[in-house]
């Protein structure tokens, strides 16, 4: 039996960079709550509430590190509330200013306030992650805008594209989604100093001025009318993005998954040929496990923005009913989001795109995939599109197995009386129906890169 010390939650050994699960300990978190102490304690000393010896020493203690995690734990046990354990354990080491700890404040103004800290760092965290995705698709749309690939609706073969504009596809998307992110972050990175139900009287007439005071010393902005809290929109607002850019993650994972099938296996992600074990009894496995792994984390983080939907809803001026599903939403969330993009980022950045396969593909559908190409000329030279496009659809029954459409089209006497055969194998070329993407990926491209640049 594992002792009460070994991780319960995989997040802990598994999942998440360490460096952004830092950003959730326990220490860290402590750290905010006391910054945001310090500064309402300057703040008050400033509009002359408090002893300017008070707030001092206030200050010195809260950034000296001698505020211990375990005399707060120590203090939480007996008092049964973990913000009265920090403001008492602070208290403890500011000598007689302790006395001025804490002074108007509730606990919700240092809890949320030291929040917006928290998700400020996040954000920024999440903002160069989906900036380093977008970086890996436009490189690969560069390289591959003149890479001819089948598209393929309902997993059939469609017309002709470039890889690369499928890449660039998905580096729109990611951008979209970073787009949203800079948006909310202003909705997001909030604080309040506004006392027990937000209307600040326990600050007195000077109540506007502690609240702008501590959020300009924090570099916060303040919600604007909270009650005991800040309003759970905000956070609702956060993780539901976040379930958004898990489903454009997972989307480009199950892309890449779809691609690298063997009947198809046109690109596959980074394997190290060296180690890698693919399989522990199929020694021939290549499996893209990291776009499987994005794939299963995605879907939970989906799952995590229900919880903020729910908590939005709160008694009164507010309730606990929020607080506690918080403490595990939003850390599993914003990790897990950070490490799903990073990984994805990998399968990019070391993507394998085999462009013989995807040329193999075209030629052995027979000129399928070319259909719209000779539908569009047979038109414009007088045959009614509904006949075009019905003599196309007879034109490539058993198209593959039984035949190339070059060739039937050259036979075709309909086909013969509008077009040459010279024209019908020009019209076939994927290489030239593939021009429109290529530029397109270059338009879309250059205008991303100047976003990226901005």
């Given amino acids: 039996m594992a002792d009460e010390s070994s991780p319960l939650c995989p997040l802990e050994f598994r999942y998440g960079r360490p460096e952004v699960r830092r950003l959730f300990s326990r220490e860290a978190r402590l750290s905010r709550a006391l910054e945001v102490e310090a ?10 509430m408090v002893p300017a010896e008070a707030a001092k020493a206030i200050a010195a203690a809260a950034r000296s590190g001698e505020v211990a995690l375990a005399r707060v734990d120590e203090l939480e046990e007996s008092l049964r509330h973990d913000v009265m354990a920090i403001a008492l354990a602070l208290a403890e080491r500011s000598g007689p200013g302790g006395a001025w700890v804490h002074f108007g404040a509730t606990s919700g103004d240092i809890t949320d306030t030291a929040l917006g800290l928290e998700l400020r760092e996040a954000i920024a965290t999440l903002r160069v992650d989906l900036t380093e995705l977008a970086t890996a698709l436009l490189d690969l749309a560069e390289r591959h805008a003149r890479t001819p690939e089948v598209g393929r609706t309902h997993g059939q073969h469609a017309v002709p594209q470039t890889f690369g504009y499928k890449a660039a596809v998905g580096a729109a998307e990611v951008l979209r ?124 983080v989906r799952a995590f923005a229900l919880p903020p939907l729910e908590n939005m809803v709160l008694w009164h ?101 509008l077009l040459g055969p010279e024209e019908v194998t020009e019209l076939l070329d994927p290489a030239r129906y593939v021009q429109a993407a290529a530029e397109k990926t270059d338009r879309v491209v250059a205008a991303l890169r100047r976003e990226l640049a901005a």
């Fill in 39 to 48: 500064a309402l304690a300057e703040t008050e000393a400033e509009l002359g």
């Fill in 177 to 300: 989604d970073r787009r949203r992110l800079d948006e909310l972050r202003p909705r997001v990175a909030v604080g309040k100093m506004a006392g027990a139900v937000g209307t600040g009287a326990g600050f007195g007439p000077n109540a506007a001025a502690v609240e702008s005071g501590v959020m300009r010393r924090l570099g916060l902005t303040a919600d604007e009318a909270p009650t005991q809290i800040v309003g759970r929109d905000r956070l609702a607002e956060l993780t539901n993005l976040l379930a958004i850019v898990a489903g454009t993650a997972e989307r480009l994972a199950t892309e890449v998954r779809n691609l690298q099938r063997t009947e198809i296996a046109e690109v596959a992600e980074p394997f190290d040929e060296r180690r890698q074990v693919g399989s522990s009894t199929m020694a021939q496995k290549r499996n893209p496990m990291l776009s499987e792994n994005v794939t299963s984390l995605a879907r939970l």
């Fill in 317 to 417: 001026e507010r309730d606990l009913s929020n607080s506690a599903n918080e403490r595990i939403v939003l850390p599993h969330a914003i990790v897990l989001a950070d490490d799903l993009l990073t990984k994805l980022t990998r399968v990019f950045r070391g993507l394998r795109v085999d462009e013989a396969a995807m040329a193999r593909h075209l030629a052995e559908a027979g000129g399928g995939a070319m259909t719209e190409s000779l539908m569009l000329a047979l038109t414009a030279r007088g045959l009614p599109r509904s006949e075009a496009h019905e003599l196309l659809r007879t034109l490539t029954r058993d198209l593959g197995a039984a035949g190339d459409l070059a060739q039937r089209a050259r036979s075709d006497a309909r086909v013969l009386s």
